[in-house]
């Protein structure tokens, strides 16, 4: 186990490097420049260059960004927060923390709600809620998060006004029930949808009828036996989406008005500020990476069967 997760960790280093060079240079081949305005001129454009060093070659501002990351420098805001240290914009201003906090909520929502629901139309197969939960989980899954959002927000907000149009900062908790639900609806759908299916094999396996013939109650065998063995292809699909959610979705929350981390992400890539969408990516990159490997960590605690490596250490 130690050895896998050193090895893992060290791909992980490499996977960060050529993501962070084929960012630069994706970013970089749009043409344009972050200084470009209607009032700017050539030589104010060019002092700007100087300023945060984009007038030199590309192989030495790539340099530069990868050896000011190993130091803990993520550079400064060139647009967006002019100055401004990217580091404080992400951690410091609180823009991270909201995404995570959303993201987390929605993220356990859509586990507590999507993983019975599976259980319920595998289990009652055949039947009306079986039936009546693919039609729930598939309208779900079909249906985009900002159209879910709007619904919501005239409904509750706008008609009834039970909960705050704009949720801000997430003060109380009125702020997060839109926001969530909106977030959650698809990956909850779409967990209840792998749930079912997994569950629907697992109940069909040999040792499920070896229970059954031994006299195991049926609550047993579900618990015990089929639930574990149907989380796996969950667990896989909870590992990059865990840190696509906690990440910010744009859309969600550009809806409820909030200042996380997606909503701040989109509008530097449309002003090209070059350090914060560097940042942000290998930021997120991060985030999956690591969940990648807690999924792999996790597959070894539900079954003890899986071996992460050739040899068992």
């Not at 629907?200 to 047993?220: E, F, H, M, S, W």
Request: hydrophobic share 50%; aromatic share 10%.
């Amino acid at each position: 186990m130690a050895s896998y997760i050193l090895k893992r960790v060290a791909g992980s280093i490499l996977i960060l490097l050529l993501i962070m060079v084929v960012t630069f240079f994706l970013m970089n081949a749009v043409p344009g420049s972050p200084f470009l305005t209607e009032k700017s001129t050539p030589e104010q454009i060019a002092n700007a260059n100087a300023k945060y060093g984009l007038d030199k070659p590309l192989y030495i501002q790539l340099w530069n960004y990868i050896r000011n990351y190993l130091k803990g420098d993520l550079g400064v805001s060139l647009k967006m927060q002019e100055g401004t240290p990217v580091k404080d914009i992400i951690f410091h201003q609180g823009k991270f923390l909201l995404s995570i906090k959303l993201g987390l909520y929605a993220l356990l929502l859509a586990i507590i709600v999507g993983i019975p629901l599976g259980c319920l139309a595998a289990y009652f197969r055949g039947s009306w809620l079986d039936g009546a939960l693919r039609v729930i989980t598939t309208v779900g899954v079909a249906i985009p998060g900002f159209v879910l959002a709007a619904l919501l927000l005239i409904a509750f907000s706008v008609k009834l006004n039970i909960f705050p149009t704009k949720s801000g900062n997430l003060p109380d908790f009125k702020s997060y029930v839109l926001p969530v639900v909106s977030l959650s609806s698809y990956y909850t759908c779409y967990i209840a949808k792998l749930m079912r299916t997994s569950m629907l094999d697992a109940i069909n396996q040999d040792y499920i009828r070896t229970a059954r013939a031994k006299g195991v109650k049926t609550g047993g065998i579900i618990l015990k036996h089929a639930l574990r063995n149907s989380l796996i292809p969950v667990i896989t699909y909870l590992g990059p989406v865990t840190a696509g959610i906690i990440t910010g979705s744009f859309v969600i929350e550009s809806t409820f008005s909030i200042p996380g981390l997606g909503k701040y992400f989109v509008q530097c890539v449309t002003s090209r500020d070059y350090p914060v969408i560097m940042a942000t990516t290998v930021v997120l990159s991060a985030l999956v990476i690591v969940m990648m490997l807690v999924v792999d960590i996790v597959y070894k605690i539900v079954d003890p069967r899986i071996t992460l490596t050739a040899k068992e250490d």
